[in-house]
């Protein structure tokens, strides 16, 4: 599995645009990267997934450039809810039933009002 | 999707003693998982269990230790046994859905909030 790399804390104001980079340079052709945000006691909860280019959700988007050695992750107009942890992570989704989830150490990301 | 819950959903054990959680899922899946989340820190797979077989553990983890059970296709245990205070933790099971080539989502548990003495 892919080892990534995230900055382990950011803030932002409300109403900002918040982008989280993740470095993975061992990527390999057969890896997805796909990113989970935690809240404070609760669970991991997937946020988007994608594999180049870029992916749009109704909560973030993803943007993965051609060498995929790396992703960013956009949250628009953040606010105060936003507030969680982020995880970027890298694997074979063509794995199922095969394919663990490696958590990095994730982005603590804190939304000041 | 996948709605799981977790029982209990926080315990203060004594040293030496043993805890029992349980993980239930509202739909039958193949794979479940289970996690370790110690405070401030990212989540560490302790297992994966699948039904009608043994758990396979991850490296620093073992089957006397952290004794799993997955009876049938929507429930499991996970034991933490002879307790000591570095057990504290969150305990988080998590289950995945989706097929070969679509989407590969796990849905997690609320936890179990575990304190030794």
């Known amino acids: 599995l892919a080892k990534t790399t995230q900055p382990i804390s950011m803030d932002s104001y409300e109403g900002q645009e918040v982008n989280i980079t993740c470095s993975h340079n061992n990527i390999a052709t057969n890896d997805y990267i796909t990113w989970y945000q935690q809240f404070p006691s609760q669970g991991p909860r997937f946020i988007i997934q994608?594999?180049?280019t870029k992916v749009t959700n109704e909560v973030a988007s993803l943007f993965i450039p051609a060498d995929r050695k790396s992703s960013t992750l956009s949250l628009p107009r953040v606010s105060l809810s936003d507030t969680a942890v982020y995880y970027c992570l890298v694997g074979d989704i063509g794995n199922f039933g095969n394919e663990k989830l490696t958590f990095g150490t994730g982005t603590r990301l804190t939304i000041i009002p | 999707s996948a709605v799981i819950s977790q029982k209990p959903s926080r315990d203060i054990c004594q040293r030496g003693t043993s805890l029992t959680i349980q993980c239930q899922v509202d739909?039958?899946?193949?794979?479940m998982f289970w996690y370790r989340q110690q405070p401030g820190q990212s989540l560490t797979l302790i297992a994966t269990a699948n039904q009608g077989s043994e758990a396979t553990y991850e490296s620093g983890f073992v089957i006397d230790k952290f004794p799993i059970s997955r009876p049938n296709l929507t429930f499991s245990t996970l034991t933490v046994s002879n307790m000591s205070p570095e057990d504290s933790s969150i305990y988080l099971c998590?289950?995945?859905?989706?097929?070969?080539?679509?989407?590969?989502?796990?849905?997690f548990g609320p936890g179990t909030r575990l304190t030794v003495l």
């Open positions: 739909s039958q899946v193949t794979m």
């Open positions: 998590s289950v995945e859905t989706g097929g070969q080539g679509r989407l590969n989502e796990q849905f």
């Open positions: 994608g594999y180049k």
